[in-house]
C-alpha cells in the first residue's frame, strides 16, 4: 500500500487532543474520516506526536497508507476538501517508503509556547496565547531554563497520568524571547527534545512564569527539578498557548 507523509496545522480548541476517541472530536478522526471519504474503509494513521486537548500545531506530521497510487497534491487537496469545516489543513504530502513511520522515525520534537504579557483583555489572541498581566523577567527565566537542560528524571514536571515507561529525558534546547508585536509584548518558549513526557512542557511554562513573575528563583527551580517530586512543581499553565512546531527527522520527508 503506498504510504504518504502528511505535514498537518490545526487549531486544537475544537478537539479533545490528537488521539482518536469514541465519542469525541479529534483531529485524528478528524482526518481519518476525510480519508475515508476518499477510499471508504477504515483508516488509521500514526503521527509524530499525540497533542493534548486544546494544543494547536503548526508543523505535526502524520502518514496514512493508501490502496491506490495517488498524486500527493491531489491527494492533499482531497483531504482539506473534506476536512471542511473542522479547522485542519494538509499543508504538505509526499510519496514516502514503508520505512519511514510518523513517530518512530522522528528524532526530535519542537515545541513553540507563547504568553501575552499585558492588563488589557485579549481580543483577536484570546485561544491562542496564554494572557498574563505583569510583564516578565526573561533574562531570570532564561538562568532557570538553563537548568533543566540536559538529560534528568524529570519526574516533577510530569503528569500523574502519563504513561511513558521511563521519566529519564534529554531537553536539548530551551530558549525563551521576548517578541514585540503590534497587540503587545509576547514571551516565546522554543522547547526541543527527541520525546517528551505528559505534560512536560506545560509543566517547565508554569514554573518558569513564576521565575518572571518573582515568585520563584533558578535555585528553586534546580530544587524542584532534583526533588523528583510532583508537588515541587509550579502550576501546569493552560494548553491553548501550545503548538507542535516541528518534527525533525533524519532526512525531512518533505525536503
Not at 39 to 66: F, N, S
Not at 95 to 105: G, I, K, L, Q
Not at 122 to 136: D, E, I, M, P, S
Amino acid at each position: 500500500m503506498p504510504r504518504y507523509a502528511l505535514q498537518v496545522e490545526y487549531d486544537g480548541a475544537p478537539f479533545h487532543g490528537w488521539q482518536r476517541q469514541t465519542s469525541l472530536a479529534s483531529v485524528q478522526g478528524a482526518i481519518e474520516d476525510a480519508l475515508a471519504k476518499i477510499e471508504p474503509r477504515t483508516h488509521k494513521i500514526a503521527a509524530a506526536g499525540r497533542t493534548d486537548t486544546g494544543v494547536h500545531a503548526l508543523g505535526q506530521v502524520a502518514h496514512c497508507d493508501m490502496e491506490r497510487d495517488w498524486e500527493p497534491f491531489r491527494l492533499s487537496e482531497a483531504v482539506n476538501y473534506h476536512l471542511k469545516p473542522h479547522p485542519v489543513a494538509i499543508m504538505r504530502c509526499v510519496a514516502v517508503t514503508d520505512e519511514f513511520h510518523a513517530r518512530f522515525s522522528a528524532l526530535e520534537r519542537r515545541y513553540l509556547f507563547r504568553i501575552l504579557t499585558r492588563r488589557a483583555p485579549a481580543t483577536h489572541q484570546r485561544g491562542y496565547v496564554w494572557q498574563v498581566k505583569n510583564q516578565l523577567d526573561v533574562t531570570a527565566m532564561q538562568e532557570a531554563a538553563s537548568r533543566l537542560l540536559g538529560q534528568h528524571d524529570f519526574t516533577t514536571f510530569r503528569s500523574t497520568i502519563c504513561q511513558a515507561l521511563t521519566p529519564v529525558k534529554t531537553l536539548s534546547r530551551l530558549e525563551i524571547t521576548e517578541v514585540q508585536t503590534p497587540h503587545g509584548t509576547e514571551v516565546h518558549f522554543d522547547v526541543r527534545a527527541r520525546s517528551f513526557l505528559h505534560n512536560q512542557v506545560r509543566s517547565f511554562v508554569g514554573t518558569l512564569e513564576r521565575v518572571g513573575s518573582g515568585s520563584m528563583t533558578a535555585d528553586d527551580v534546580q530544587a524542584a527539578l532534583e526533588a523528583r517530586d510532583r508537588a515541587a512543581c509550579g502550576p501546569v499553565c493552560p494548553p491553548h498557548g501550545l503548538y507542535l512546531a516541528h518534527v525533525g527527522y533524519p532526512q525531512s520527508p518533505f525536503d
